[in-house]
C-alpha cells in the first residue's frame, strides 16, 4: 500500500515561507496525482492544490493563489508545497493525498499521509 509523509511544518512568523514534502518510500508517485490540504481546528479539510501524474497540470484554491505553489520531482518521489506570505489564518495541519485525478475534492483521494503541522505566529 502506497505511504506517504509529509514533512517540513513548524512554527514560522507571519510572512515567512516554508515548503512541505510529501515523500513516498516503497512506491512510486508517477502515476498518481497528488494533492494537499489543510485542516485547521474546527473546521473542514480544505483543498489547496493538486499536481498531475505528469506535472503538466496544477490547480490552486482561490484563497491560495500566488502564495502557493506545488511542483514534483520524480528523481526524488517527492512532491512539495512552497509556502510565501504566511498568515495566521495558515495555521492548520497539512496533508498529502495520492489519487488519480488532481482535484480538491476529498474523495478523489485513495492514499493519506498522517499530516503536518503548520503554526504561523510571531
Known amino acids: 500500500q502506497l505511504q506517504l509523509v509529509e514533512s517540513g511544518g513548524g512554527l514560522v512568523q507571519p510572512g515567512g515561507s516554508l515548503t512541505l514534502s510529501c515523500a513516498a518510500s516503497?512506491?512510486?508517485?508517477?502515476?498518481?496525482?497528488i494533492g494537499w490540504f489543510r485542516q485547521a481546528p474546527g473546521k473542514e479539510r480544505e483543498g489547496l492544490s493538486c499536481?498531475?501524474?505528469?506535472?503538466?497540470?496544477?490547480n490552486y484554491a482561490d484563497s491560495v493563489k500566488g502564495r502557493f505553489t506545488i511542483s514534483r520531482y520524480k528523481a526524488k518521489n517527492t512532491v512539495y508545497l512552497q509556502i510565501n506570505s504566511l498568515r495566521p489564518e495558515d495555521t492548520a495541519v497539512y496533508y498529502c493525498a495520492a489519487g488519480y485525478l488532481c482535484s480538491g475534492v476529498t474523495n478523489e483521494y485513495d492514499y493519506w499521509g498522517q499530516g503536518t503541522q503548520v503554526t504561523v505566529s510571531s
Open positions: 499536481i498531475s501524474s505528469s506535472g503538466g497540470i496544477s
Open positions: 516503497k512506491y512510486t508517485l508517477d502515476y498518481y496525482a
